[in-house]
């Protein structure tokens, strides 16, 4: 992954897509997303292949010239669609393939099978929610046998969500690295996890308020641990979505009644929360948008298409251009992924 400093973990949608193609040109070189294609559903079993396809497909584009993963966690891959479609996507495009050392067997086989035709490597993602157990290791160790070392491997140690109930997890991250690190020369070596809240009402007054960035305490916690690997441990997070979304079914769950538009800082993610099911109630979205300009840590439009949104919307009229649900999702992970990457350029650990 020449280049690239960051990792974030983005779902197959097309919000997400979106802000990936949004990312200035030097911000995607130093981005490589671990893509995640969700639950997968067609009216028919027809259309389960052309949605598969679609999906993917718009990953792909956006994803040519610079590398990236696609981990498809919820596919079945003893069966079409996508038994055929994903090694495809694998082995002849940007993306990797990612498999884990507790998947079936006929995922881990395609996917180091890709691996091997397409010649980009191998993601290893290893789960970790809750505390570290040996098992892992020895799954992991066991996965790789089965892989060979001609394959470069990449792990991507996921914590999912990290937050401040949750004190121990530069510890729990530690004691995984410590065991898997030394188990082959991986080519990368990151830690992913999410920050953004479950729910956000705790954390509100008068619908604004602040939640705290945990996971990049965690990281840090991590490359300041004098380990010997510490320095290499590539920075990976969810954005500004909750980890949990990412296994939410395409196209599922219920609307909220309310919009909410995030913002990130050096410590925390700024929410704006605000009425939303009718959509004609466009002054609420503006004077959340304003009251993200207006904070100190607001950085200006030229930081990113991102905030250029944010000032459009807080200073514009009528209704046009304060957007939806996708629209909020994208320019707040623009201004994110935007923002992550020059931390990351700028801090010396």
Not at 135 to 160: H, I
Not at 225 to 247: E, F, I, M, Q, W
Not at 315 to 340: D, E, I, K, L, P
Request: include cysteine; charged fraction near 25%; aromatic fraction near 8%.
């Amino acid at each position: 992954m020449s280049g690239a400093s960051y990792i974030p973990v983005l779902p197959v949608r097309p919000h997400a897509v979106a802000a990936f193609k949004d990312l200035a040109p030097g911000t995607r070189d130093r981005t490589a997303p671990l893509w995640t294609l969700p639950v997968m559903t067609a009216e028919d079993a027809d259309g389960l292949p052309q949605a598969v396809r679609k999906e993917i497909g718009r990953v792909a584009a956006v994803q040519k010239y610079t590398p990236g993963w696609l981990d498809a966690p919820y596919a079945d891959l003893g069966e079409d669609p996508c038994a055929t479609l994903l090694p495809f996507y694998w082995s002849h495009t940007a993306l990797r393939p990612v498999t884990a050392p507790d998947f079936p067997a006929a995922h881990q086989a395609a996917a180091a099978d890709s691996a091997r035709e397409g010649g980009n490597g191998l993601g290893i993602r290893v789960r970790l929610p809750h505390g570290w157990s040996e098992e892992r290791a020895e799954n992991t160790a066991a996965l790789l046998s089965r892989v060979g070392p001609e394959v470069p491997v990449d792990l991507l140690l996921d914590l999912q969500t990290v937050l401040p109930d949750r004190p121990d997890a530069g510890k729990e991250a530690l004691r995984a690295l410590d065991a898997l690190v030394p188990l082959t020369p991986w080519r990368t070596v990151a830690v992913l996890s999410g920050a953004f809240p479950d729910e956000v009402d705790r954390l509100l007054d008068r619908d604004r308020g602040e939640a705290d960035r945990t996971d990049w305490e965690t990281w840090h916690e991590i490359r300041l641990s004098g380990r010997s690997y510490a320095k290499a441990v590539r920075y990976g997070d969810y954005g500004t979505l909750p980890a949990r979304h990412l296994g939410r079914p395409a196209g599922g769950g219920e609307r909220s009644r309310f919009g909410l538009l995030r913002y990130t800082t050096d410590r925390s993610f700024l929410l704006a929360r605000f009425w939303a099911e009718k959509r004609g109630e466009t002054g609420v979205t503006r004077e959340a948008a304003r009251w993200i300009t207006e904070a100190p840590e607001f950085r200006g439009g030229p930081a990113s298409s991102g905030e250029l949104w944010y000032e459009r919307c807080a200073h514009a009229a009528g209704s046009q251009g304060t957007g939806n649900a996708g629209t909020w999702n994208q320019v707040g992970n623009v201004q994110h992924m935007t923002y992550v990457v020059r931390s990351l350029q700028g801090r010396a650990v």
